[in-house]
Each structure stands twice: as C-alpha cells, then as structure tokens.
C-alpha cells in the first residue's frame, strides 16, 4: 500500500504537469517561446546560444519529432519525474507523511514553472546515488551534466562531502554557535559569496528584504527535531547523510530573508527533506517514542 499510494501520487503529479496550460506556472510562457526560438535557429546557434547547453540541445532533440509546445512541457515533466521517483521509491517509509511534506516544499511549485532548474534537480538524484555509493567520477560528470541545465547545479558539488561527513549530536556543542553566527551576520556573509556568483546574482538582483522567515523556522524545528527523536545507535550513514542535507538547507535558508537566490540555490536539498523525516520517525528512541 505505501509503494502504491506514493506510485499512484507521482503518476497523478506526472499528469498534471504534463497537461498544465501555458498560464500555469510564471515562468510556463517564456519556456514556451524559448522552444519557438530554438526551432528558427541550427544546431550549431543553438549550441552557442547560451552557457546551459545541455537544454539548448534537450529543446533541438524534441524539435526533431515535434514542435508542439505541449509535447515539450510533457516530455519535460515526465523525465524530471522519472529521475525524481526511483530514489523516493527506494526510501519511502511513510508514503502520507511523505506526499504532504512533498506538497508544502517550494521545488513542488517549482514543477510547474522552472523547467530547466528542475530538470537540474533530476540529474541530481542521479548525482545523490553515485554519492552513496562513494562513485565520484560518476558523482563529478553528473553535477557537470546539471549545471549545463541550470547553472545553480554548481551547489550539487556541495553534496558529496555533506553527505559523507559523519554529523553526530556530539558536534551539537559546534554547529549551534556556528549556525547562530551565521544567522547574525547572514548579510555580511552573503554579500562576500555573491562576489563569487557574481554572474549569477547580476540575473537575480540586489540584496533586499523578502520576509522570508517561515520556511526558516520549519527547518529549524525540522533539525531540532531530527536530533532529538532518533537513537543515534540506530542510524545508518543514509539516514545521517540525508540529515546532513537538512543542515545544509538550514544553512542556505538563512540568507532567503535577503535574496530569493538564497531559495533557488536551496532547491537540490530541501527535496530530500520528505525522505528523512519518515526515517526519523522510524529509528526514533524508546524515550520519545
């Protein structure tokens, strides 16, 4: 029934992506008129139109069997969850609290606008299980293949030593200093890293105040929570690397209440937040049982 019903769930989110109108989604129409331009232009235009080659060339392929731009977003949709899905079948304790937490993270609105960033993400879950299983060539031509979807994929690089760093509630005592100072001076901190993404923060905008403080304190309850529950003695490194991945999404969510980029960046992680919690739940201690 669990494998069932989370099947049935990304079967039914499949089809609605597949199908949405061209309204759908903010940024649905200008991908649409992207596949037009790619469809006047050679394969040789298409492949120096942008740094992203990788979606240059994924547009080209679909203009060779059709130029229906429907067809486009389906075939996107379906790909994006044929990479998503194998993972989340794999790890999924609690298909219900699974969809929910699904449903209220931000990369769910994001399957319905951002086709190339969650095509990014995709090619993520693939970069995850070559990281798992400690393949890193594999790992290093993934991350390579995402960025030229969507250039943010430079922060899947991030993922193979934050999963295999072996973060125990014994580094408490270090990561709450290390976060609160973090927190404190986030306007600082960010204003030195966007120096370095510079050509990225250029398309984006300047530093302001987005309010975003909410998803701040999920995940913060989130980490709390995912510390306090489970026995330690009963994790394994999946389960800690996947919590390593919380940390580093509260971490990145710190800096959203100054930059919506702080968000678009946190996209490759929180995903993989309705894998953990089940987990946690299910290696919770005998005292917070």
């Known amino acids: 029934r669990n494998t069932s019903a989370l099947a049935f769930f990304f079967a039914l989110l499949t089809i609605l992506v597949m199908l949405r109108h061209e309204t759908v989604g903010s940024d649905t129409r200008n991908y649409i008129r992207i596949f037009r331009t ?28 059709t130029k229906e731009p429907q067809i486009f ?29 699904f449903c209220i993270m931000s990369t769910f609105v994001l399957m319905f606008s951002g086709i190339r ?25 993934m991350v390579g293949l995402a960025m030229t979807f969507h250039i943010s994929a430079f922060m899947l690089a991030f993922m193979y030593p934050v999963y295999h760093a072996k973060i125990t ?4 005592y270090a990561l709450v200093p290390v976060l609160t100072v973090i927190f404190v001076f986030n306007r600082q901190i960010f ?3 966007a120096l370095i993404l510079e050509r990225y923060t250029q398309y984006s905008g300047s530093i302001s105040s987005t309010g975003a403080y ?13 510390f306090l529950i489970p026995d330690e003695a009963k994790l394994d490194k999946e389960v800690i690397g996947l919590r390593n991945f919380l940390l580093l999404a509260l971490v990145i969510q710190m ?3 100054l930059h919506t ?23 919770r201690s005998k005292r917070w049982n």
Request: glycine fraction near 2%; include cysteine.
């Open 117 to 141: 960033q969650m095509l990014a993400i995709g090619i993520g879950f693939i970069a995850y299980e070559f990281t798992r299983r400690k393949k890193l060539i594999p790992f290093v031509l």
């Open 38 to 65: 790619f469809d006047r232009m050679d394969w040789a235009q298409a492949w120096n139109k942008t740094a992203e080659v990788g979606f240059s060339l994924f547009n080209k392929v679909i203009l060779v069997f």
């Open 261 to 283: 980029l702080a968000m678009r960046m946190n996209y490759y992680y929180i995903i993989f937040i309705p894998l953990l919690l089940p987990k946690i739940i299910e290696y």
């Open 169 to 172: 509630k014994k580094w408490l």
């Open 214 to 226: 909410t998803m701040l304190i999920l995940f913060s309850v989130f980490a709390v929570f995912t």
């Open 73 to 101: 977003l389906a075939i996107s949709a379906a790909l994006t969850m044929l990479l998503i899905y194998p993972t989340y079948k794999r790890l999924c304790l609690d298909a219900s609290l699974t969809i929910v937490l």
């Open 191 to 193: 204003s030195a890293l």
């Open 255 to 257: 800096f959203a209440p």
